[in-house]
């Protein structure tokens, strides 16, 4: 039995181990040590199961192993029958900033917010994080920053810490039923930051411990809360990280240290590794100014994958989602916002950018929004005032026509600056966003 089991951990952790290492990574670099945990656990189990072992609370046999898998099926998104799922979703940040918890819950309790995100007709939650809400033990109530929690509507996160908090949290949106995509939002609880990595020891106070951020710490991290998580049936994927930019490129004309496609494929190779259950959502670049791609084209963070067409991401396809983010004048005033013939202009370019891949990958929007003409911070409905209105009308009428449904709205809460959120300050529900939604989901 012993020789047996050693002989399959080997053929094992050779299967999981080829990847990292086609993708460059030396097994033996002290970061990427920190990911063995995460590949060695999936090894062993897969070496018991192969046997016929398994510990309590169930063990699992090799007919399924991976049951309660999504997969990607001819560009759609399907559950371990096989039934097409539609993810009509909404990011809720909070775990992601000095907060390290669900935002508004100086007002409404945690669960409360879960269960109205479902009775308006959301079933996927996104959920930004940061190492920070892995590592940081300073309860949540009393963290850098803090904004009261009422302990009332709230009793169970007094005390916590931010993980504890996530802890509880999954599982609560599991037990409701909402699907979940963890998205590795930034290295930063601070700001939005370029890359996955930081190795600039001027922004080293932009880090948890004040110290360099690896790709290794990134790939160890993805893999921790896949592998924790792993047990919640809701639980679908993980959104690698948020809107690459600045010095970062596809696959060529730059450092390599700034690739984007063999760092998402390192990426998802430990996270399958850690939990093959999940989707891989990967977003896209701002250009990558190859000669190949038309680099005139604006686009917003994360919402350019030309080089997919021509330098294909080697992730495996019934796991692979690309998750492109767009917005309108609310956010980013666009060059091609300002054309005589707007908004007739704006399918020719979303084709270019990501719409030329849904037939044959998933594609699912993974950010999108704004004010909607109404209670923007300059007083006009936001920024791009009535234009912005037009721009999400013109999107919505383009996903429908191309029959690309699913994505996820920013955001539920109404503190986000440039966009407000489903709910108002007064927790009053935006119906002109919802009929929106709801015209884009079909019901």
């Not at 013109?394 to 539920?412: C, E, P, S, T």
Request: some cysteine; charged content about 15%; proline content about 6%.
């Amino acid at each position: 039995m012993n020789r047996i089991i050693e002989g399959l951990i080997h053929r094992a952790f050779q299967a999981f181990a080829a990847p990292l290492m086609a993708a460059g990574v030396s097994l033996l670099r002290p970061g990427t040590i920190r990911l063995l945990p995460a590949i060695a656990g999936t090894v062993l189990l897969s070496a018991l199961t192969a046997c016929g072992g398994g510990g309590g609370g169930g063990g699992a046999s090799g007919a399924n192993a991976t049951a309660g898998a999504y997969s990607v099926q001819s560009g759609k998104i399907h559950d371990a029958s096989g039934r097409e799922i539609q993810i009509r979703g909404v990011s809720h940040f909070g775990f992601n900033n000095p907060n390290l918890r669900p935002e508004y819950l100086w007002k409404m309790g945690w669960k409360q917010q879960i269960a109205q995100m479902k009775s308006l007709g959301f079933n996927a939650i996104r959920v930004p994080f940061v190492p920070d809400t892995l590592y940081s033990t300073t309860p949540v109530v009393n963290g850098p920053g803090q904004i009261y929690i009422d302990p009332a509507l709230n009793p169970e996160l007094i005390g916590k810490t931010p993980l504890q908090v996530l802890d509880l949290w999954m599982a609560e949106a599991d037990r409701q039923g909402m699907y979940i995509l963890l998205d590795f939002h930034s290295v930063s609880m601070v700001r939005l930051y370029p890359t996955w990595f930081l190795s600039n020891p001027a922004d080293f106070n932009l880090v948890y411990n004040n110290q360099a951020y690896t790709k290794e710490d990134w790939v160890h991290d993805l893999a921790f809360v896949a592998r924790r998580y792993a047990h919640l049936a809701h639980f679908l994927g993980i959104d690698l990280y948020n809107e690459p930019n600045g010095n970062v490129r596809w696959n060529s004309g730059a450092d390599p240290i700034y690739f984007w496609k063999a760092a998402a494929e390192l990426a998802s190779a430990a996270v399958l590794a850690a939990n093959p259950k999940l989707l891989i959502f990967v977003q896209g670049i701002n250009g990558n100014y190859d000669g190949i791609e038309n680099s005139n084209i604006p686009s917003n963070w994360g919402e350019n994958f030309q080089p997919q067409a021509y330098q294909p991401l080697n992730i495996p396809n019934d796991k692979l989602v690309l998750t492109p983010h767009t917005y309108g004048p609310d956010v980013f005033a666009k060059s091609s916002f300002s054309a005589p013939n707007f908004p007739a202009n704006l399918a020719a370019d979303w084709n270019t950018l990501f719409g030329q891949f849904h037939r044959n990958h998933a594609v699912v929007i993974g950010e999108w929004g704004g004010w909607y003409g109404q209670g923007g911070p300059l007083g006009q409905g936001g920024a791009g005032g009535q234009q912005d209105v037009t721009w999400q009308n013109a999107f919505v009428d383009y996903l429908i026509g191309k029959g690309m449904r699913n994505g996820f709205h920013w955001a539920y809460t109404h503190n986000s600056s440039d966009t407000g959120g489903i709910i108002d300050d007064g927790l009053n529900v935006r119906q002109d966003k919802m009929a929106l939604l709801r015209r884009l989901w079909g019901t």
